[in-house]
């Protein structure tokens, strides 16, 4: 089945510096990947869409200076976040799709837990 | 835009029990529903999911209902065990564009 991976999977940072998450689709080509945030408790919020080879697609309320996202390639894309507060501190996940006719279907990365002092 | 209503919000129930979890949407052109199951610190996993044009689906204890006319589909799980307990999510997407839109999500305990 389609797997997705992402790294690291936990990260405890200070105040200001930048920390970068990679996701990766390790059996197959991701045409779009989608990064969420999820805070204790909540639902899904999705932060932006990316596409290989263009610029994310970001949600309104959403600052792309301070998430920056890196589709380079089919099955990699970066989630940066800048000048890291402790009020960005949440869980990352990001996913992987396919382009559209009957593969529909998401496949999650396990997330990652950032946490900034 | 689309919008996914989730209820119950909580649902506790006891071991072998049956589980209901509802979502509604609002935009008639979404055809793809998948569910997600999420534990604790985990990713969430597909578990069951289904298409406009089939009103129903079942995978052993899981199965999903469509009613496209009222816009509502339903997560069922029968003969509940305690590993089950988990946060579910539903979501409604449109085919080709397949950006979907989550619900609330459902916090699902189930008691030995």
């Not at chain 1, 990260?11 to 920390?19: A, E, W």
């Not at chain 1, 596409?51 to 949600?59: D, M, V």
């Not at chain 1, 099955?75 to 009957?102: K, M, N, R």
């Not at chain 2, 449109?94 to 839109?101: N, R």
Request: hydrophobic fraction near 30%; charge should be neutral.
């Amino acid at each position: 089945g389609a797997v997705v991976s992402q790294h690291p999977s936990r990260v405890i940072c200070k105040s200001g510096t930048s920390v970068k998450i990679e996701c990766r689709s390790l059996d197959f080509q991701a045409t779009t990947m989608f990064w969420y945030r999820q805070f204790p408790k909540q639902s899904l919020m999705l932060m932006a869409t990316s596409n290989e080879g263009s610029k994310a697609t970001y949600e309104q309320g959403v600052e792309k200076d301070k998430f920056l996202i890196n589709h380079a390639s089919l099955t990699l894309s970066t989630l940066t976040v800048t000048s890291a507060h402790p009020e960005d501190s949440s869980f990352y996940i990001c996913s992987a799709g396919t382009s559209g006719g009957l593969s529909d279907t998401q496949y999650f990365g396990p997330g990652t837990r950032l946490t900034v002092l | 835009g689309e919008n996914v209503e989730q209820h119950p919000s909580t649902l506790s129930v006891q071991e072998g029990d049956s589980a209901v979890i509802k979502c509604t949407y609002s935009d008639s052109a979404s055809n793809y529903f998948p569910w997600y199951k999420q534990e604790l610190g985990k990713r969430p996993q597909l578990i069951i999911d289904i298409r406009s044009n089939v009103g129903e689906k079942k995978d052993q204890r899981i199965a999903v209902t469509l009613n496209k006319t009222a816009k509502h589909f339903s997560l069922h799980i029968t003969e509940t065990q305690p590993e089950d307990s988990a946060v579910y999510f539903c979501a409604a997407s449109k085919g080709g564009s397949y950006i979907p839109t989550f619900g609330r999500g459902t916090s699902l305990i189930v008691h030995p």
